[in-house]
């Protein structure tokens, strides 16, 4: 679904580089977690990724026929966006003037998906993420959990091949947070997509199939160690990161995972 | 994808419904005067045209004489009578008169029944010349209009009075086929000439040329042969010349609803640019969710349309309705005083509207424009971070040099334009050097706000000042639109009345000048009667003084309106003491017939005191001196002063129209009994110097009273601009406000700050206004009003009024960012620091 080689980032004006010849991977069905300490370049490695930022070096294919992203001009790049990446942010980013079945239909829009789908696609989904009947509401009167939930609704509409998510249950209370973590991982497998999901929780880590650790050294990769709750039955090989390094060697603090 | 940018057009017009309302309401005002203005003149204009061709029929060349008083001699008829591509001419005597009593004066028009027949049928009864009774034996036709006007039928007698000759004779029929509002009679062409002259010749001849000959090589060949007092025009000549009449103020009207229109663009600018700042997220995320880039672009542009057509859809039919007002209100001249007492029909056109239609688009589109560019670079993973990017990234010094050099050449440019000459009789250059200054005035505004907003960073301020003038200085954007918005308005509003009241000013000493006399009598271009001037002549009547005038017109160019032609009894050594002369005045030797020229006549021939010119006097062409140039305000299209003396050596009849009077001291109220005794007996028309003062004054207020509307909507676009780009600032840090407040300043510490602020901003936009608002000014008293208008006045600035309007917007201006502040501040902190959205 994802496969990042050689990818290299300095922003201007920065003394050294975020990180350079990155190497990573994400399978279908395969739900990556992606931790390290803040301002290490989690987000930016994200943005290169979704091709918001560009890298300076190395390549990023999504999907299928795999794509550079780097290679593409604007216009591409968003059109690979609306097609192949899902996106849930930390904020939420839902519009407040489009109503909630709105906000999820606009993928579709953006593909250009037939205007007959819409209704039941958008319902289907509104359904799945526990949010029936919510449709016709304004994005003003739901709480936190019932917002993230729409961002997911909205992340999955369309099926995209990879789903990029960045602290998406950092504004939620540890309750929603695992409900809406827990829905948005099933999802996920339920689509075959494969997910990169930024996190600073160690309980949302441990219910990955793998977690990388970016450092200032580069990424680091590890098996969770504890209960892992998905990818039973499909166990990947291990795609990226650090390509050898042998699944759950130790849990440092904070789900961090050190070699 | 069509249907995502209909949800985004809908909600944004739903969640900003005052601003995006107005903006249409402002395209719709610049549309409307526009339309309205093309209505009313097409209307006019065709009104006219058609006047004129049921009188004037459609002959292939009218034969006139240049001067009023001259004739076509009997000799030159019989000549082209006898050319042989002659079909048919008519001869016509046109003169006024006045009906019995009645002061009015009143068109008589002599024809010859059998050629009129041909060419100028809606001159007879529609069933054709009677065999008897009819104006071949002395009777008179009279149209209904003035049967209607006078109370009169067909069958009543009539008394036809001019000068000295009376008339007596019965109405014979009326001219149904005589357009609504042509007051006019018709005689026969030979009785006209017994009574009321000329004697040798007739007044005009209309030609109709035999099928297939070629008109204009026709003309052309007899314009050479033809004596030097006549002139050869077509009948199309004629309507150009009405058109002429107009035009300029017609453009400025024009120019005018241009101005109107450029503020709806501002509106739309200043809402579109306020709009894409509060969704600079949204767009940011939908850019995320992979809308492509130009949509970001193009969805802005939308919304600019979907403003402006409405907006011009309501102007259209808003102007429409206006047209129609007008002309019943005002008259076909929208106030200017050209064609008078013309009630035309409004007709609407397709081509025109939708002109306009395109007009008031493209004046959206345009305000969009810079927003939706800004709304297309935004970086999209800062602007969902951290909001709307005020500066494009990279904004490098380079293109700030580039703006300087492009200030510098406008400010180089500007006093070359205003000493361009007029282009076509129109002042192009003029209104391109107040564009240009208006869009120096714009450009200027970000240094200014830089330069106020950085001299108060450096004084010591409280600390919820501080913060504001920091923020300013940070982000400047809004700042800068508000303060643009206002300069333009404010500019705009100092202008006009700077204009009206310079010229005001002239207009009040220029009457003080021409009107030296207590008392006029005057008879609208008819000669006054001998046994009045006989009688003032009388000792024992109460006036020491009696000076005398005859008023005629002479055609210096078939294109061009006639110049009035005044013959005045002047002392040819002291001409300054009747004439406002506006240069140096010569003192000719007796023998030179010396003229004196008002500044229209400089203008348009290009006249300078000293030179010789030719003029088309009683029938010669005649060699006179300009003396001097004076001032007039009362004749447009040109005067030419002569001395009565030097008109009667040259052989004119000195046909006195206008007296002024001057009563003996002590014995005012006997004058003014005389005069009015006399007026009555004769029909003619009695006036104070003071009354004439406060009518044309009235008159003049009247004409400008547009233009005050349109300072009014100006000044309320500027602060609504003002009202909408603060309100947007404010909101764009509610967060920091938010944050301000949980740090433990209060709301009204930082309300204040904001009203401080609003104020700042208000002040460089007022001042910035003031001196281009002066600026245009001096150019439209300067260059616009002397090329177009052929009017010269001093520069006079009425502080009195300038400076309240200054003060209450500033007071507006503060006031608006109260509003905001209270609104930025009234959410609970938590709330916006939470940062749902
Ligand atoms: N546009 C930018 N320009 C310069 N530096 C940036 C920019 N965006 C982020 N950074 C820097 O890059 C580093 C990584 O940021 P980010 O990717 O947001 O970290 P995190 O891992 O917390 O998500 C930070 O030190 C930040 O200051
Ligand atoms: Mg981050």
New interface residues.
Partial sequence: MLSVVGLGKRHSGALRPLFSELRLAVGSGEVVALVGESGVGK?TLL?CI?G??QADSGEIRIGPDALDMHRLD??AR??????R?G?V?Q????????TVA?NIA??L????AP?AEHGERVESLLRRVGLAGFGPRW??LLS?GE?QRVAIA?ALVHRPALILADEPTGNLDPRTADEVLALLLERVREQQAGALIVTHSRHVAECCDRILTLTPDGLECAHPAGPSQGGRSHHPEPHGGEPTSPPALGRGLGGRVVQ | MTRLAWWLIRAQFLSRRSATALSMLAIALGVSLGYAIHLINAAALADFAHAMKSVQGEPDAIIAPRDSAGHVPRALIDEIARDESVALVAPVIETRVRLGRDSTAVRLIGIDVFSAAVLMPSLLPRDGAPASGGILDGGLYASPTLLDNLGLKVGAGATVIRGESRWETPIAGDLPALAAGEALLVADIAWVQAHFGPHAGVGELRVRLMPGSRAEAWRAAWAKRLPPGLDIRAAADNAARIANISRAYRVNLNVLALVALLTGAFLVFATQLTAVAQRSTQFALLGVLGLPPRMRLLQVLFEGVAIGLPGSALGLTLGYALAVMFTRVIGGDLGGGFFAASTPTIVPELLPGLGFLILGCGASLMGALYPAWLNRIQPLAQALKTGFAQRPPGDAPRTLHGRRVMLLAIVAVIPVLTRLPAIDDLPLAGYAAIALVLVLGIAAAPVATRLAFGAMARTTLPAPLRIAVQNVLQAPLMAQVAASGLIVSFALTVSMVTMVASFRTALDQWLDTVLPAPHYLRSKGLPLPRELLAALELPGTPFVRVERMATGSLSLDPRRPPVALLVRELDRADPGARLPFSGPVLTTPNGEITVWVSEAMQEVHGLRTGQTLHLPLLGRDIEVVVGGVWRDYARQFGAIAISATDYRELGGRFEVTDLALWPHPGSEDAARRWLAAEAARHGIESAESADIRRLSLSIFDKSFAVTYALEAAAMLIGLFGLAVTLAASVWLRARELATLSALGFDRAMLARAVVFEGALIALVGLALGLASGIAVGAILTHVVNPQAFHWRMPLHVPWTQVLPIALATLLAGMLASRFAARQATALPAAHVLAGAQ
């Fill in positions: 987000s943005n979704a918001l930022e604007e216009t968003a059109a690979l966006r609306a097609a990446i996106f942010f904020a939420f980013h839902v519009l407040p003037t489009l709105q606009v993928p829009l953006l593909n250009r205007p994005p003003a936190g917002l909205r």
